[in-house]
């Protein structure tokens, strides 16, 4: 689906762009005609990821840090920004979550959580803000229905995904005058994805998530770049701050349920 849109000449920074979601998104912008460099803190899906973007014609980076290391990030970003030129477009998707009642989890457990998602993308964020700077540039966040559902043995990831959309509203209003828009993209259930894959590693799960989402299927990660796509495009040029689902309907009610019976399903009645 990235065929109608064009973003030759444009450069894309997508962090936590190795892997499921955000590598289908650097993928979508490359094939667009973007240059794209991407952001991990493991250097073999770093090299993959850059082998897989420059196979697609255009050019592209890679570099190593943790999001939750504000200096690795900035220093990761300055040198995408002397590569490949200021960027046009930034997406933060960096993210971690596991199944855990709030009365087992360890703090540690839950900062680590807080730390990738909120810390990280506000890291992210703010280093990247000074080489994005300019009429026309565009955030997008990836964001999830735990920001605004609450749900069984997701008190962590709720908290974090509740923080990154205050994120997302508060840069949009902050940065708007320069220019730049700032928006989210919630994705439900995709296939294919690690989130996914810890959150429902058995048929029988796999059977109670699409059971839940009105729509009745998992969703592809293709569909959340196609929104990426468009948000950061001309098309949606008066949109800021926005909160989008890509769930299927699943916020509407599903998700919430569908960890109810998870935690049956792990703990018994």
């Known amino acids: 689906m990235s065929e109608p849109f064009d973003y030759s000449g444009r450069t894309v920074f997508v962090a936590g762009g190795t892997s499921g979601i955000n590598l289908a998104v650097a993928r979508a912008f490359a094939r667009a005609g973007a240059a794209v460099a991407v952001l991990s803190r493991s250097p073999g899906k770093v090299r993959a990821a850059v082998e897989g973007l420059r196979a697609l014609g255009g050019p592209a980076e890679g570099f190593e840090a943790d999001v939750r290391d504000f200096d690795a990030v900035a220093t990761a970003v300055a040198a995408a920004r002397e590569r490949l030129g200021e960027f046009d477009v930034l997406i933060s998707g960096a993210a971690g979550n596991f199944p855990a009642a709030a009365a087992d989890m360890s703090a540690r457990a839950f900062a680590a959580v807080v730390d990738i998602d909120l810390k990280g993308t506000y890291n992210v964020l703010r ?50 005058p320069a220019g730049v828009r700032v928006n989210a993209v919630v994705p439900g259930p995709i296939a294919g994805t690690e989130g996914m ?12 998530v699409t059971g839940s989402v009105p729509l009745g299927r998992y969703g592809d990660v293709q569909e959340i770049a196609d929104c990426c796509l468009w948000l950061a495009s001309p098309l949606a040029a008066y949109v800021t701050g926005a909160v989008v689902p890509v769930d299927g309907g699943w916020s509407l009610g599903g998700a919430s349920q569908v960890f109810s019976d998870m935690r049956r399903l792990f703990t018994g009645p």
């Not at 803000?129 to 749900?151: C, D, F």
């Not at 908290?159 to 997302?168: E, L, Q, R, S, Y």
């Not at 894959?197 to 109670?208: H, N, S």
């Open 197 to 208: 894959a810890r959150l429902a590693p058995t048929p029988e799960l796999e059977q109670v």
């Open 127 to 176: 280093a990247s803000y000074e080489h994005l700077r300019k009429p026309g540039a565009a955030v997008v966040n990836i964001s999830a229905p735990q920001s605004t559902v609450p749900m069984e043995l997701q008190v962590h990831a709720c908290a974090a995904k509740a923080g990154v959309d205050m994120v997302t509203r508060v840069c949009a209003l902050e940065w708007g």
